[in-house]
T-cell receptor, first 115, second 113 residues
Framework: AQSVAQPEDQVNVAEGNPLTVKCTYS??????LFWYVQYPNRGLQFLLK??????LVKGSYGFEAEFNKSQTSFHLKKPSALVSDSALYFC?????????????FGTGTRLLVSP | NAGVTQTPKFQVLKTGQSMTLQCAQD?????MYWYRQDPGMGLRLIYY???????DKGEVPNGYNVSRLNKREFSLRLESAAPSQTSVYFC????????????FGPGTRLTVL
């Protein structure tokens, strides 16, 4: 069975500092990995995905994520946080060997960027 | 191009009442999904439709039914609402292929008293 863990309910960071939102996953085969962001009272917006190739994936709004197969992690990062980055972030995984409907989400991490 | 739209945005029901949540997408996507979002539990898949004319159960289907009316529309019905169904409901669509991404609607906030 697929699963995703986001170990931090909330991450606090000061504006201008680097940020990391952690995600680890478990799948039986090779994963497709996704990050989504949710702003208050809005639906989820796609940020980036890892399919294959380069382990460092760049996405929207200056975010990037690093796929680490040995640690089964896919942490979201940004070099310099903005107050407007404050939102709820979800990591999701899909097993390559199962159907596309099997997208499993983590429980979410709230990012709070202070001025 | 409106993407994925959902109606209504908010709804309050009494226990035992029924209602249908509507979802439509204008991106010509093949697959559509219904999720519920609860605090501390992330998003959980209720039902999905891989293509027009097909529907399948997800992780938490009990108490719900769905209809894929056509390629654009995918509705979720609560026949007899229960307080445990108080949640935020999201519809999503996906063009096709395992590498593709899901696009989400703005959500319906449902409260069952």
């Amino acid at each position: 069975a697929q699963s995703v863990a986001q170990p931090e309910d909330q991450v606090n960071v000061a504006e201008g500092n680097p940020l990391t939102v952690k995600c680890t996953y478990s799948v039986s085969g090779n994963p497709y990995l996704f990050w989504y962001v949710q702003y208050p009272n809005r639906g989820l917006q796609f940020l980036l995905k890892y399919i294959t190739g380069d382990n460092l994936v760049k996405g929207s709004y200056g975010f990037e994520a690093e796929f680490n197969k040995s640690q089964t992690s896919f942490h979201l990062k940004k070099p310099s946080a903005l107050v407007s980055d404050s939102a709820l972030y979800f990591c999701a995984v899909r097993d390559r060997n199962t159907g596309f409907q099997k997208l499993v989400f983590g429980t979410g991490t709230r990012l709070l960027v202070s001025p | 191009n409106a993407g994925v739209t959902q109606t209504p945005k908010f709804q309050v029901l009494k226990t035992g009442q029924s209602m249908t949540l509507q979802c439509a997408q204008d991106m010509n996507h093949n697959s559509m999904y219904w999720y519920r979002q609860d605090p501390g539990m992330g998003l959980r898949l209720i039902y999905y439709s891989a293509s027009e004319g097909t529907t399948d159960k997800g992780e938490v289907p009990n108490g719900y039914n769905v209809s894929r009316l056509n390629k654009r529309e995918f509705s979720l019905r609560l026949e007899s609402a229960a307080p445990s169904q108080t949640s935020v409901y999201f519809c999503a669509s996906l063009a096709g292929g395992r590498t593709d991404t899901q696009y989400f609607g703005p959500g319906t906030r449902l409260t069952v008293l």
